[in-house]
């Protein structure tokens, strides 16, 4: 069972930063895809950034573009999202998923390798959620 831990959230001044850390365990597949999603309270859940494990692709959600950073260390099966310049409309609680890439693949009906999108209906094992709060 796949099994997900998101920790790094807190309370942060508008401008500040903070670094996010997903740890994933429980599995064997070793070409997926990491997501991080926000949901606002009110609001959908959106996609901010995935990575790959396997060839470094990399997506970043119109939100994110130009301020949020994503990586990864294979080794620990662990992702991060750098998040700089945090602005009120950030707040959030920030997931992780976790998704086998032949999976997704299949899912949007194109070769692995041609998969240029992330969204939160691709992924089925997820993490419990950090808060991220930017006070203005």
């Known amino acids: 069972e796949v099994q997900l831990q998101a920790s790094g959230g807190g309370l942060v001044q508008a401008g500040g930063s903070l670094r996010l850390s997903c740890v994933a365990a429980g599995f064997t597949f070793d070409d997926y895809a990491i997501g991080w999603f926000r949901q606002a309270p009110g609001k959908g859940r959106e996609v901010v950034s995935c990575?790959?494990?396997?060839?470094?692709?990399?997506y970043y959600g119109d939100s994110a573009k130009g301020r949020f950073t994503i990586s990864s260390d294979n080794a620990k099966k662990t992702v991060y999202l750098q998040l700089n310049n945090l602005k009120p409309e950030d707040t959030a609680v920030y997931y992780c998923?976790?998704?086998?890439?032949?999976?997704?693949?299949?899912?949007?009906?194109?070769?692995?390798?041609?998969?240029?999108?992330?969204?939160?209906?691709?992924?089925?094992?997820w993490g419990q959620g950090t808060q991220v709060t930017v006070s203005s």
């Open positions: 998923a976790l998704e086998p890439r032949t999976d997704i693949a299949q899912s949007l009906g194109v070769p692995v390798l041609e998969i240029d999108d992330c969204s939160p209906h691709d992924f089925t094992s």
């Open positions: 990575i790959s494990s396997s060839d470094g692709w990399t």
